[in-house]
């Protein structure tokens, strides 16, 4: 089946740093790729879409400077959260889609700021 | 706005049991509802998807329904197991959102006894 691969799969960093994390499509391209955030024994809350080659889309209350996407080809997108601060530490998911076809998800990314 | 909420939130049950999770939605504009399994600190998995236009799925021990006019699913899991015990989301892919992204719910916490 479809896979998506999330890197890294757990970071910790100082408060301030810049946090890069990746979203491939291993064996699909993907049109859409969703980037979602879970806070501790909360449901996942959607951030922002990705599209390929176009800006994301980012739901209501997401800072669009503070959790930069980019998108930049069909098998690879990046969330970079930015100056991150311990409020930030959460966990991060990804999904990818091929056209109309069923979301794949990423095994997420735990990070923590310290 | 679409709303996905779970009922019960969390369940501890002997094993052998057939259980009943369920999943309500306040929009029955759905492309499809999928449910997922989560374990703790991991990623999601999926475990059946259900188109709009489809009543029922069925994968082993688990059956999932979906009564799209009165915006419910429910989750059977049959003779349940130790193994069984994670956290099962259900969420719904609204067709008002023209991205297929996913609303997810707030999660039924199950516990198998063995």
């Known amino acids: 089946g479809a896979v998506v691969s999330q890197h890294p799969s757990w970071v910790i960093c100082k408060s301030g740093t810049s946090v890069k994390i990746e979203c491939r499509s291993l064996?699909?391209?993907?049109?859409?790729m969703f980037w979602y955030r879970q806070f501790p024994k909360q449901s996942l809350m959607l951030m922002a879409t990705s599209n390929e080659g176009s800006k994301a889309t980012y739901e209501q209350g997401v800072e669009k400077d503070k959790f930069l996407i980019n998108h930049a080809s069909l098998t690879l997108s990046t969330l970079t959260v930015t100056s991150a601060h311990p409020e930030d530490s959460s966990f991060y998911i990804c999904?990818?889609?091929?056209?109309?076809?069923?979301?794949?998800f990423g095994d997420g990314t735990r990070l923590s700021i310290l | 706005k679409q709303e996905v909420t779970q009922i019960p939130a969390a369940l501890s049950v002997p094993e052998g049991e057939n259980l009943v999770l369920n999943c309500s939605f306040t929009d029955s504009a759905i492309y499809n509802l999928q449910w997922f399994r989560q374990d703790p600190g991991k990623g999601l998995t999926s475990l059946l998807l259900?188109?709009?236009?489809?009543r029922e799925q069925t994968s082993g021990r688990l059956n999932a329904s979906l009564d799209k006019s009165s915006g419910r699913s429910t989750l059977y899991i049959a003779a349940s197991q130790p193994g069984d015990s994670a956290t099962y989301l259900c969420a719904v892919s609204p067709t008002t959102s023209g991205t297929y992204k996913y609303i997810f719910g707030t999660g039924t916490r199950l516990k198998v006894l063995a």
């Open positions: 064996d699909f391209q993907a049109t859409t």
């Open positions: 999904s990818a889609r091929a056209g109309n076809q069923p979301q794949h």
């Open positions: 259900i188109q709009s236009s489809q």
